[in-house]
């Protein structure tokens, strides 16, 4: 139950006249749509089981809508945004509209991708309406940089939210995909609409909820060696992995020895092998 003004979160006229007051127009370069709907950011909330107690670090807040509703469940919220006139303008709106809660944010003025620290305690959730163009290199660098993050509920582009939750033998499982399965358990969490969105996409949307893996993959080889696996796997996806991974490994048949030390047949394909098989071949070739 919230004990905040139900008037305290923004809705469609309220997103409107903020954007008009700081010259704002959101632009496609940077992926920005932002959502209008009180009741969509509650929802996103409740997906992503907001406790009294989170820290949460939110990419790309823009006016600040999904940020309120953040404040509203967690202990704290700390927003990463790029764009300057945003990130200007949101300390302000916080203090306005959620008084009792302005010395619960904290705002880093910043890229996300180039985020290595953050204020404050460290983050134990993340939940962000991510730009489209950059959604997966960002979710992949905090979930890596901020180990402290347990529970991550990100929207992102349909077709993105597919790729992240697919499962091996699905045609859109691939690099994302695996990647993400190295840090967390990823599940498809609902479907957004175009119309809670200003402006509207030409896209739907959908959220991706990972919880991260209580055992980290069970291999002695390092992130960056299981995920080059990875990358050489899919950069020729239509290929058998004895040649698809023939520069990886050096040659076809120091790839096929890769393979067959870890239990995988030269002949599969990559898009059938999990996060452990990849990790296998990567440590078959170190042994």
């Known amino acids: 139950m919230s004990t905040t003004d139900p008037d305290a979160l923004l809705g469609p006229a309220d997103i409107r006249e903020l954007a008009a007051a700081l010259g704002v ?16 950011v509650r929802r996103i909330v409740r997906t992503a089981e907001v406790r009294p107690d989170d820290v949460v670090v939110e990419v790309g807040p823009g006016l600040g809508s999904l940020t309120l509703a953040l404040l509203e469940a967690a202990d704290r919220v700390t927003a990463v945004e790029i764009d300057d006139v945003l990130a200007g303008a949101l300390p302000a709106t916080i203090a306005a509209r959620m ?8 705002l880093v003025h910043s890229d996300a991708m180039h985020v ?24 992949l ?8 993050i347990e529970r991550t509920l990100v929207m992102v582009q349909a077709e993105v939210a597919d790729r ?17 399965n190295w840090y967390a358990e990823v599940k498809r969490a609902g479907a957004i609409g175009r119309n809670v969105f200003w402006p509207a996409p030409n896209v739907d949307s959908g959220l991706v909820s990972l919880v991260r893996r ?53 002949q599969a394909r990559g898009e059938s092998l999990t996060v452990e098989e990849f990790a296998r071949i990567a440590e078959a070739k170190s042994a």
């Open 25 to 40: 127009r959101p632009t496609k370069q940077r992926g920005q749509n932002f959502v209008i709907d009180a009741n969509t």
């Open 99 to 106: 008084p009792a809660k302005k010395d619960r944010f904290a």
């Open 116 to 139: 290595e620290e953050l204020p404050g305690p460290p983050p134990t959730a993340l939940v962000a309406n991510l730009p489209y163009n950059v959604a997966v290199p960002v979710l």
């Open 141 to 148: 660098h905090m979930l890596d940089r901020f180990p402290t």
């Open 164 to 180: 992240l939750a697919a499962r091996p033998g699905n045609k859109v499982y691939g690099v994302p995909s695996v990647k993400a």
């Open 214 to 266: 209580s055992e980290p993959v069970d291999t002695t080889a390092s992130k960056r060696e299981v995920f080059a696996v990875v990358d050489a796997a899919f950069a020729q996806r239509r290929k058998t992995l004895r040649a698809a991974l023939a520069g990886w490994a050096g040659s076809p048949a120091a790839a096929e020895a890769a393979l067959v030390a870890a239990g995988v047949s030269p």
